[in-house]
């Protein structure tokens, strides 16, 4: 790599890696010279294996190049191929039983948490980070530590955020570890990441316990919860004003779409040791397809739900000329512009979100025309 395309990647490295396409001809570029360069590791006696968007790796070693048939993989996640790979390296007996997972990803971390106890490993496996901010982590000595919650810690994890799977405002992983610590027993949340489980029982299981993180018990419906949270916010005696509404639980319809991608990301995460991911329809769980883009969007309501009440939404309007920035303040609101605004809310409106409406309502049109077929 010459010295100006060094230069230039290190510039342009977030604007690069923003982009899907970038990031996937970047891999393949590195994957590709790796390959090529068989040499360089002639004199190494470790063995390096290069996983890239071929499901079956190479691997390099004494100068010599040989695929890896055994640790074929269709998994898309770099996250779940590094379990399916850790997963090998410990059975095998002739190998040593010394493993470091080179990561500085909380996902990666409580994967390893998760399937150390679940494969009963018994090897020393360490995780070191990347960048300095991440501390050496001793994986066995962690897993015994907590090993009472780790069986429910992956679903716990997803429900509360992780890389595909929005967090609610306020409740970090200290919070939720705690509510596991109190009572684990009492939360039936392993019906996350199961591909059989009924949506309905997994919808109960994440409200109960996403609400016991919020403080509140007793209540069945996310809306209900965020009305009980409003009223304790609300009747402090050091309150002067309004709680924020993002500090709130979400209502039970954004929640439903939330608790949908917890689940398929768990479902994906649970079958990291299998080489194939299971079968599971995305836009079934949370996400919709761009059109534009070609990729997917999470679906924070379903279509048939407004965000506000109409007389609310009437009250909010817009009269700036240019609706893609944050000062439109329908975009601040992340709501669509509508016919009270300055743009009318047509089809030459800016704002991302009425675009969104449009999509569902092409998508509605289309349904009618095919019934009408």
Known sequence: MTPFFRGWLHCNRKVILTVSHNKIQLIALIVQS???????????????????????????????????????NTQEEADVIIIHQLASIASDDSQDNSITV?????????????FYIKLKLSCSVTMEPISKEWRHSDIRATAYKYKDIIPKLLAAHALSGCDTVAQCYGIGKTSVVKVLQADHRSHNIDCIGDVNANIQDILSSATSFISKCYGISGLTTMTDVRCKAWKIKTS??????S??????????????????????????????????????????????????????????????????????????????????????SCVLASLPCTIFCTCEGDINCCNPHTETVKQFSDEDDQTILDEDD
């Not at 390959?35 to 079956?56: A, I, N, R, W, Y």
């Open 243 to 328: 709680p924020k509404l993002n500090s709130l639980p979400p209502t039970t319809e954004a929640f439903e779409q939330n608790v949908r991608r917890a689940h398929f990301q768990a479902c994906t995460w649970l079958n990291s040791i299998e080489p194939n991911p299971p079968i599971l329809d995305p836009v079934q769980f949370g996400w919709m397809k761009d059109r534009n883009s070609g990729t997917l969007k999470p679906v924070m309501l379903p279509s048939n739900v407004s965000q506000a009440p109409d007389y609310i939404l009437k009250l909010i309007k817009c009269a700036c000329v240019d609706c893609k920035s944050m000062k439109c």
């Open 236 to 241: 402090r005696a050091s309150i002067v004003s």
């Open 102 to 114: 080179v990561s500085d990803d909380t996902d990666v971390f409580i994967l390893l948490l998760y």
């Open 34 to 72: 790796l390959q090529d360069q068989t040499e360089c590791f002639s004199g190494m006696q470790h063995k390096l294996v290069v996983t890239g968007h071929d499901p079956v790796p190479v691997e390099l070693h004494l100068g010599n190049k040989k695929l890896r048939n055994d640790l074929s």
